[in-house]
């Protein structure tokens, strides 16, 4: 009997695992970006390089993945709104000095986006940044290309 319950929850894992990747992947095209500096995001470091995002407006998930698939996270995000309808899809990130944290993802023809929140670290750091110099943090924009 113990051995059928185990049997069933590792095929019930298993399921979940082959069709969270092919569900994610219908919530929204990948979108392409080359950065050329290393950021945060969720507390982990991600190098410059090129990344793939997969971000929906209706979905609380967002993919941030490395093009070649060394380095991936799933985030949870918040929608937001802009007052303006965004042609280029872009990601917003705050800097603090020489550190990057993504802080929103925009879609492109459409005024909704996501907001990630932010990590210890980031919180961190602006605290440390405020309290140094009340300066206010930068906001760096990378316009998004089609995946390719």
Request: net charge positive; with cysteine; charged share 20%.
């Amino acid at each position: 009997m113990k051995q059928h319950i185990v049997r069933f929850l590792h095929a019930g894992c298993l399921c979940l695992a082959v069709s969270l990747p092919s569900a994610f992947a219908q919530t929204g095209q990948p979108l392409t970006v080359d950065l050329p500096f290393a950021f945060q995001v969720n507390n982990q470091q991600f190098p410059a390089g090129k990344y793939q995002v997969t971000a929906d407006a209706g979905h609380a998930a967002v993919l941030l993945r490395s093009v070649d698939c060394k380095r991936a996270i799933f985030s949870l995000s918040t929608s937001i709104q802009s007052e303006k309808t965004r042609e280029v899809p872009s990601l917003v990130f705050k800097r603090y000095d020489d550190r990057y944290f993504l802080s929103q993802i925009w879609l492109p023809g459409s005024n909704h986006g996501r907001g990630l929140p932010a990590s210890r670290a980031e919180r961190e750091v602006a605290q440390r940044w405020a309290m140094s110099a009340p300066k206010p943090a930068t906001e760096v924009v990378a316009s998004v290309g089609p995946s390719k």
